[in-house]
Every structure is written in structure tokens, then in C-alpha cells.
């Protein structure tokens, strides 16, 4: 910075920082530009993006506004609960109901002087390609595997062979209690979040024989409360897991049912969590996971060390283990692979039974999904005549529609891409 | 049942029973993992963190946002402009030149009102030079200290080694992309490790009220729902019985066995999609793996486990060590099930809720049979012992899971050079870059200059003349040469995580904390364990 200091800043400010960006390392690629270059690319011309101003979110808007990146971009949908403070460092009381993304922008520009954090309180698919193009980097901390999925295939679509500085880097984070993961994503270069979608524990879901005949835990008693009688009693009234009437109302269901089966263990805490998924999540775990991403940020951004190849994943449970690999692409991957996935059926399977295969699939999991072939429509979700339409295909047999090897294309409106699958019979 | 035990159960209920207060829905994300009892042993500690670094604050944060009790920062010096420009908890530029625990506590204190903070302006050193501070700082729950000189290190953790009951130490050193951390303590005591294994169920050696479920149990008599909805127990007890019959009374022990014994469980199966049959073929597993086993052989190790001693003091996990001596009697005792207590916790499986609902009811019942027998033999061993019954509740409950850690003195490791030589043929950039930390250690406690060569040397005169180094040795070398005294944010932030983690491991005694070094590297980004006992 030739000796200029920016706005906010003092002399000396940076002192820890720069041992590391004066000097390579042993293990440093040349093509670093030690001293002022490196620091006046990433102090006045690195713009990254933050996904998410949660649990993650909070801890990774601190670390890279310490590290020296100014221009921060950073989009939440959600507003501050008081179940966030155990956690979510830059909100307080006074807080709670505000945008998160607002509120930690403020936060993070009054502590860290000369630092700019743009907030956008809203969805991440409100935005169009050109406005992720402007990044040199995105940091996810996100707790939906749809949001993730949406910002992997945009990001990978985003990439222009002839244009490099399309390729932007996606830096992925992800807790649970004191599990977590942090992962470098060079779309269409290395493993993108689909090729991994098989890693995801499979979400436990109870079936609806034993919900409705044979309950056994209380959690059986609970879902019976929320997946078969709130809908029963409330025809017209959608149930909101975040409105305390509600979860009272399913608490007390549950409890009505749990005491006429003689189970024990419906609590209102239970209720919540049964109904709302709730994972725990603590500080530590995020601020371990989330220094990992920002870490790696800084090192992308400013090539002063090598930068994770390209998956860490963290147990804490059981002292501190870790482990780094790298996760392999998927020559089939609907998003970065190109290649179509084979897919083996029974002949005798419906339309039906196909679509429900897709959506529980571990390495496919597409909810709603609508299907054709280069000849024909086989069913759409929508729009409602196309629905109509296709309707009576449910019933048939996919044989019927699709011959020995032939193609079949399948989209779903939540997520930007086809995934082509070539059918085979057993 | 008395009136006052009714309304005693009422009471304790009601808070499961409506909307959480305030303070359970601030806490609920944490409460699923450490409970209400863990809770409270956080809201009682007293944690004492050496100097206001940024680490030292990063850590402070993930505690108090869980809710310490309290917290004493202890920093004599002034905030540098370097400070202020990579410590989250100081107020940026108009906090350079004041006290840096003073200036990082009200920021701290304000992420949690519940927790009470305190800033001290003392050194180290003089802390450590009379007899007032040595006790002052003894009667914490727990010391952190962060890149501490080498000197006051050692006469640190001498002091917290004196006696059996002074507060672990954890020693955290950075510089860079590199760290490791070391926790000392003499004895860490877990009843919930919260681990993942499965108790037994008594499927090879049921208590009476089972066994006789199994004996009524006629397959051939049951209608087609009946059938359906045997609990996949029942019908591995039967299994085994009738395959001991066959086998001069015992169990499946080879390979070819175990898949005969799982063919014959199938061969129950009357009708195709009769799930409980399946679930008991799955669950064959059980009969010959870990679960259930008598005494898992981990446990069985305790039993001959002296407890420690220390004059003039009585160990704070006397109760424990009663516990797991009044095991030993248990399982030894011939009227006694041969076994460690049944649990009253069953997993959920394929059956009727009727079925289901008995079943559970049958081991709740004898598993207090059991915990009676237990307790009877725990007050005649240890009349006059005073001792928390939720403790003996909860030891009983988890005495499939119990663990008990044994710790050394901090740098214990290195005074067996060997030990350290054979760690490093095979684990070489953990061991290299704990040796690093260990040679800049001494570098920056002499104010010499940090040179790559110097390191080495280092690193060279410590292991002897005869071992050749491994290439990451070097490249750890470099890094620390490049930045010995950085206090990186994302390093710091990482090891705040860390920290605090094992921190709240050893407060709340659930999980299972680090025993040795954890070596952590962010260039290539690992963790790795060495130097346990």
C-alpha cells in the first residue's frame, strides 16, 4: 500500500497478518506476489460473498473482517430468535425479530473500522448471475441442503471456460453439535456439494404404519400429532413450527395419544425438536468450522499457503479427530459430471414408483420432480394444464413410455439443473 | 404413592410440560447436547484465561456465550495498534495504549448477561512470585493459558501438579498457520461420554421375567399379526437357545456359524415382509459382538485401577472410584447377574405398541432391581460415604459407557526422548511441528532471533545426533520462521473453537476430551493426536 494507509486504518494494524503476507513459506506456490501487491488486491479489490448470517454466518463475517478482506457482501432470509444467542455472537436481545443479515453488518462495521458489509435480507435465489459474477469468492454457512445445492449448480453454470475470473471459488461449512465440515468447491474443477450429496445422513423418518398404528416412542405419538391430525383438525390453517400455539397444540395432542398408549417421554422440547428437525448447535463446533472456511478464503484470495484439497471433516465428540481428503468429482454428477446416471428399474415399476425413488434416493433426493424424454413429456409438476395432462402417465408403466437404454430428464423448479438419467430394466 | 412424591414428580415435570422459560429457549440448542446437568456444572465454573490475546478471547467467547459462571482475565499489558487490528474483543483504534483485559471485558461480558467477568491487571509473574497468587489462581475450575513465556509455563504447571485437586491447565500455543494444545489434568472422570454403542440387552442371558416371555413364545401358535410382531428380542433369545441346544450349550463363534445361526433366524420368518424377523437377522450381531459381552474388557481394566492419592486431601473423585469399586462387587458377586446393571432404556424396534410398551416395562422393572442391588452393595462397601444419588442414578444408567482418563504433567513426554524418536518415524509432521512449537518456545524465551536454521538445530539437539528429520519438520520450520509471533484470526477463531470445546468437555464431564497433544496445521489443514499416556 506504498506506505498509504486506507481510511480507518492505523499503522501497525495489520502486523500479524503481514508476517505472513511479506514472506512465502516453505510450502507456498511462486505465483505469490508477497508485500504490497497481495496486500492491496485483498484489502481493495477482493469483494467476497457470505450465504447465511446464522450459527456460521456471524463467525465468518468477524474472521475475514480481522483478516483484511473490506468488501464484504452477506444475504440471510431469516430474522434473530432467542434460541440464536447461544451462539450467534454478534446479536443481543434487544435484537431479536430484526433481519440477521442487517444487524451483523452493522455489527461488524462499527468493531472493525473501514470494513464495508453490504447486507441483503433475503433469498439467495432472488439474485441473478450477473450479481454473483461480481465475486472473487463465495463463503457458505448455511443449515439447508436446498440453499447449498441452489448455490452449487449457480456457481458451476456461472463458469465460462474462456472467462477464468468466472470460476469463483465456494468455501462450504456445515455444523452439527460437535460435528462439522469445511470443504473448498472449484466448480467444474474439483468435487461440486452434488457429488456429494450421498454423504448426507439420511434424515429419520418414521413410517406413517407406525405413526398412525403401532406408535411406540414418543416421537411416533409426536409425528402422529403434526403429519396426521394438525392437517385433520386444521383443513385451511398451515402449521407454523415457529408459532408456540402451535407447538403447544401438538404438544398437547402428542401427550393426549402418548398417555392412551402408555409411552412415556413427550416433552415440549421434544415436541419442538421432532417437529422443527432441530439440530444442536454450539459456538465452539462453529467457530471451529468457520475459521476453517475463512481460512481457506484468506489463503485462496491471497495464494500466501496452499489451500485445502479438498474436504475437512470434524468429530469433537470423542477428543478431536479429524480427517482430510479429497472428495472425488462424479463422472455422473447432474451438475458438474456431464455424463448421464444409469439408472437399473423394474419393468414392471410405474411412473409413480419412479418419481418416488428420485426423490429418496440418497445421491439424487429431487422433491417434486418432473420428467421427459427428447420425444415426449412423461409428467410435470406444473404448470396446473401440463399437470392435468401428464396425470394419467402416473399410472403407467415407465416401460411403456421409455425404451431399453433410452434417456429420461429430470427437473425440479428449486433447483437450476437437468439430471439425465439412462433407464435400464431388471 | 404419598402426596409430597406426587406433587414432587409434578413439579419437577412442569417445566417439560408447558413453553420453555426464557433462559431454556436462549439455551435449547445446547441443552440437546449437554443437558441440564451439564448446564449447571458450566453456570458453577470459574475459568482463569492468561493474557487478552486474541485466542485467549476467542476462546473466552465460546464460553461465555454457553454461560460460565465466571471468568477472570488476567493481562498486564497495553493494547498494541497490532492488537487492535486482530482482536475481535478490543474496540479497534481507541483502545490502543490502554489495559487489554480491561478493554476486551466489557465486550466480552456483553455477549452474556448471566456471566460474571472480571479483568486483573497483574503479570504472570507476579502472580506466581507469592504464596497469595499461587493460591489465588488455584482456585479456579480451570487455567487457559496462550502463548506463555516458557519460565512462568513451567512454574505454572508445576503449581496446578501439586495436588490432586488443583484446577487442568490448558497450555495453547500459535504462531501462524500452526498451534497444538495440551490439557493437564490428573484424572478426568465420564459418566456420559455421550459414545454410540449399544448396551446390552441380556439376549444371551435374560432376567427371569424375559426369559420366560421367550419360553411362552410358541411360533407356531401365534396368529399371523402375533407373528408379525414379535420383538426381534424375543426372537433372538429364542434363536440362541435353540442354537445352543444344538451345540452342547454354546453360541455361534465362527464365521460359518454366525451365518448359519442368521439363516435360521430368517428361516422363522413365515411370511415375506414380516419386518420384525428381518430386524432380528440384522440384529443377530448382537449376540456375538461387543454388547454383549459381560464386562466390556475397558471397563473390566478399571476395576483394577488404584486411586490416586495425595496427602492431606481427599480426591474429589472418591466418588467415582466408590462407584466403580462397587461395580467390581456387582459383577463378581455370584447372587448377582454376571454383568454390569441392565439398562432401562430400550431401542426402538419392529413390534406392536402393547409388545413394545411390556417389553419396556420389563426392563425398566428389573433394571431397578438391579440399581437396588446396586445401591445396597454400594452402602454396605462404603457406609459412611456421602454421595449424590442422582450420581449413583446416572452412573448406573451410563455404566455401559463409563470412561475414566488418566493424565500426565504437561512436557512429561518429551522427558522420554525415545518415545518421542519412534512417534516421529511414523507420525512426522505431527510430532515435527509439536517440536517446532517446542523449539520457537525456547527461541522467543531467550529473545533470539527466529530462523528457519535455528529451529532445526533446535529441533536436532533435542532428538540427538542420529535422527534424520523428515521433510515436514523443515517445512514447519519455515512457517514459524516466516511468522513466529502471529496471532492469525482465523488460527485464533480456530483454536477458540477447539479450546473452549475441550474446555467444556472437562467442566460438564460428558464427551471425552484430548489426552496428549493435539497438533493442528491450517496450510494443509489437520488435526492430529500425540504424546497420550
Redesign the interface.
Known sequence: MNGHLAA?D????????D??LN?????TDPSFMAGDEVKDFLRNKCKVLVIGAGGLGC?IL??LA??GFKDIHVIDMDTID??N???Q?LF??KDVGKPKALVAAEFIMN???GVKVTPYYGKIQDKDDAYYMQFTLVVCGLDSVEARRWINATLVNLVDPDLPESLKPLIDGGTE??KGQ?RVILPTVSSCYECSLEMLNKPTAFPICTIA?????PEHCIEWASVLEWPRVHTDKKLDTDD?EH??WL?SVA?ARAKE???EGV???LT??VVKN???????????????C???A??IATSS??F?NNY?M?I?????Y?Y?FEHEKRKDCPVCGGESLDLKINKEWTVDRLIELLVEKQDIQIKKPSLSTPTKQIYFQAPPQLEEATRPNLEKKVSELVDEGGEVTVTASSLPFNLSLRISYI | MSVTESQDIEQATSAMHSAPDNKTRRYDRQLRLWAASGQAALESSRILVLSASATSTSILKNLVLPGIGHFTLLDDEQVKPSDAGNNFFLDGFSSIGKNRAQEALPLLKELNDSVDGEAVTKSVKELLSTDEGKKWIKGFSLVIAHNLKKGELEQLSNLLWEDLNDPPLIVVRSAGFLADFYIQFHEQCIIEPHSDTAPSLRITKPFPALQKWADETDFSKLDPTEHAHVPFVIILIKAADHWRKEHNGDLPKTYDEKKQFKAYVRSLQTKIDEENFEEAEAQAVRIWGAAETPVPSEVKALFSLPSLTSPNQTDSNEAFHALLQTLKKFVEDPEGPGRLPLTSTLPDMKTDTESYVKLQKLYREWSGVESARFKTLLQQTYPTLEIDPAMVDSFIKNVHHIRLLRGRKYGTWETNVDSVKETLSYMGKEVGTHLVLNALEELLSKDEEVTSEKVIEHVKSFLGPDVELPEEVEAAAGEVARAPTADLPNTAAFLGGMIAQESIKIITKQYVPVNGYCVVDLIDSWTGNIGAP
Not at chain 1, 213 to 217: A, I, V
Not at chain 1, 278 to 292: D, H, K, M, R
Not at chain 1, 316 to 320: A, Y
Open positions: 480507518g492505523w499503522d501497525d494494524r495489520y502486523h500479524h497478518i508476517q505472513i514472506n512465502p513459506g516453505p510450502r463467525e468477524a474472521n480481522l483478516s432467542i434460541s444467542l447461544n451462539r455472537f443481543r436481545p468493531r472493525v473500522p453439535g460437535f469445511a398404528n403401532t406408535p411406540r416412542l408456540p407447538i403447544g404438544f401427550s398408549f402408555n409411552i416433552t415440549w422440547s419442538q425438536g432441530i439440530i444442536p448447535a454450539i459456538a465452539s463446533t462453529n467457530a471451529i468450522i468457520a475459521a476453517s475463512c481460512n481457506e484468506f489463503k499457503a496452499a485445502l475437512f470434524l469433537g465428540t470423542e477428543g478431536v479429524s482430510t
